[in-house]
């Protein structure tokens, strides 16, 4: 079945007019036509079928069926990346596979090993190109609720948030970190509701910036004995 993102401020029952990025891709890529049954979601846990009313010339109308609609539960583990910025393929990459792993948010670090910088409009227009990337990969897996993608920030600034979740993890390179494994298995029992996953660049955190991490309280952990990729690793 056709999955369509409709901005949650533009659901309604009833008749409404898709987004123009989705009544492109309806009309002239997936050839959909007057009649055709779709579902439409709204990022944020809801869905409801519909019915294609109109489609030409890139504007779709479709009629959402109210009876239909449901409400996903939250999920029982609110996870969220952070991620230090590799190169743009394949941060893109990881956008996509974090979103269809049911990852809640995804937040880009700049670290001092990131190569990645950018203006304010350059890093507006990234971060519009990865929140559809996130769009898509909902889309295509079937969860209708859609990752939020943070702006930006320097590991610096978001370590003083790191106490906020229940089980903060930063993978780490160094001898002594713990396997990913253990650390999880100290949780059973009293399973946390909000976990960060902070995750180095090429060439992982530097050892102040792991330090800081430690100290903010993040807990290293070891994803095994090889040194992976950032994108494997995440």
């Known amino acids: 079945m056709i999955r369509c993102y409709v901005e949650p401020e533009q659901w309604r029952c009833g008749e409404i007019e898709l987004p123009d990025g989705e009544a492109g891709h309806l009309a002239r890529v997936l050839r959909a036509r007057a009649g055709d ?5 709204d990022g944020r846990g809801a869905s409801a079928a519909a019915r294609i009313l109109s489609a030409g010339r890139g ?3 479709v009629s959402i069926d109210p009876a239909s609609r449901r409400e996903d539960p ?3 583990v609110a996870v969220t990346l ?4 590799p190169k743009p393929q394949s941060f893109e990459w990881i956008l996509q596979k ?3 792993l049911g990852a809640c948010a995804i937040v880009p670090v700049l670290s001092e090993r990131v190569v990645w910088r950018a203006g304010r ?12 990337i996130a769009i898509g990969a909902a889309k295509q897996c079937g969860d ?4 939020e ?11 003083p948030i790191l106490r906020q979740y229940e089980l903060c993890l930063v993978g780490a390179l160094r001898p002594g970190a713990r396997p990913m494994r253990e650390a999880l298995a100290e949780t059973r029992g009293a399973a946390p509701k909000s976990v960060a996953l902070l995750v180095g660049p090429e060439g992982d955190f530097t050892p102040r910036e792991l330090d800081a991490a430690v100290a903010a309280g993040a807990r290293p952990v070891s994803f095994g004995p090889r040194v992976l990729r950032s994108e494997t690793a995440a």
Do not use: H, K, T
């Open 37 to 41: 049954e779709v579902i439409v979601f």
């Open 59 to 61: 504007r779709v109308v």
């Open 74 to 76: 939250p999920p029982a």
């Open 82 to 85: 952070m991620q230090a910025v």
């Open 98 to 100: 974090a979103g269809e």
């Open 121 to 132: 409009a350059d890093a507006d227009a990234r971060r519009e190109r990865w929140r559809a």
């Open 144 to 147: 209708n609720r859609i990752p």
């Open 149 to 159: 993608i943070a702006p930006a920030a320097r590991l610096s600034d978001l370590l």
